[in-house]
């Protein structure tokens, strides 16, 4: 079945490392999105992409960095620039449309 | 003003009953709409778009009111297993992008 696969599930990251949550989808979407989402504030978005080969900053895209070098992949590296990221992540992929939005299971990162 | 709005709850029902919940949205030029469903500390999950005429899926009806910027979202003879987050979701153009824009989500507990 075609689906959004998102790993860790859970990560522990110590101040000042830099760590890469996976986003593989198979459902052979062009969009790809990261979102962030912490207690009260909803889903935010940190990064997205139309295409391969290209991304966009979302709303609150300091101290994140992306790649898109396939279609199915779209990794999100958290550097130690960014100082509040203990959160849970999301990743989703759709249609161009926005039709389609799916989500992957999440990873929920925790800064020791 | 968010440019999606959804009043937080939490809304509180007898198994059985009839809930409603209302989102406004700011953005006259808004395209798309959809409720999804999250479960706590689970990724959302698309419930049904929302379209013009509105729409009806088992025991769901979704409503959109165009002049007066509002969806909604019915559920009649509520289940424990409907207690969730329900999150509005507006899209419109940015540029040559679509863009999602969340709320905060509405929270449902139905108790037996």
């Known amino acids: 079945d075609g689906g959004i696969t998102q790993s860790p599930k859970y990560l522990f990251r110590k101040e000042g490392q830099n760590v890469t949550l996976s986003c593989e989808q198979n459902?052979?979407?062009?969009?790809m999105y990261w979102y962030r989402q912490d207690p009260g504030q909803g889903l935010r978005l940190i990064y997205y992409?139309?295409?391969?080969?290209?991304?966009q900053k979302g709303d609150i895209a300091e101290g994140y960095s992306v790649s898109r070098e396939k279609k199915e992949s779209f990794p999100l590296t958290v550097t130690s620039a960014q100082k509040n990221p203990t959160a849970f992540y999301l990743c989703?992929?759709?249609?161009?449309?926005?039709?389609?939005?799916?989500f992957g299971s999440g990873t929920r990162l925790t800064v020791v | 003003r968010k440019e999606v709005e959804q009043d937080p709850g939490p809304f509180n029902v007898p198994e059985g009953a009839t809930v409603a919940f209302n989102c406004t949205y700011s953005n006259s030029a808004s395209q798309s709409f959809f409720w999804y469903r999250q479960d706590c500390r689970k990724e959302p999950k698309l419930l049904m778009s929302?379209?013009?005429?509105?729409n009806e899926d088992g025991r769901f009806t979704a409503q959109l009111n165009r002049a007066s910027q509002y969806i909604s979202l019915l559920i009649r003879d509520s289940k424990l297993s409907d207690s969730a987050t329900y999150l509005c979701?507006?899209?419109?153009?940015?540029?040559?992008?679509?863009?999602?824009?969340w709320g905060l989500g509405t929270s449902l507990a139905v108790n037996p």
């Open positions: 929302v379209y013009s005429s509105g």
């Open positions: 979701v507006v899209t419109h153009n940015a540029g040559n992008n679509r863009k999602l824009i």
């Open positions: 989703a992929s759709s249609i161009p449309s926005g039709y389609g939005y799916t």
């Open positions: 459902l052979n979407h062009d969009a």
């Open positions: 992409s139309q295409i391969v080969n290209d991304f």
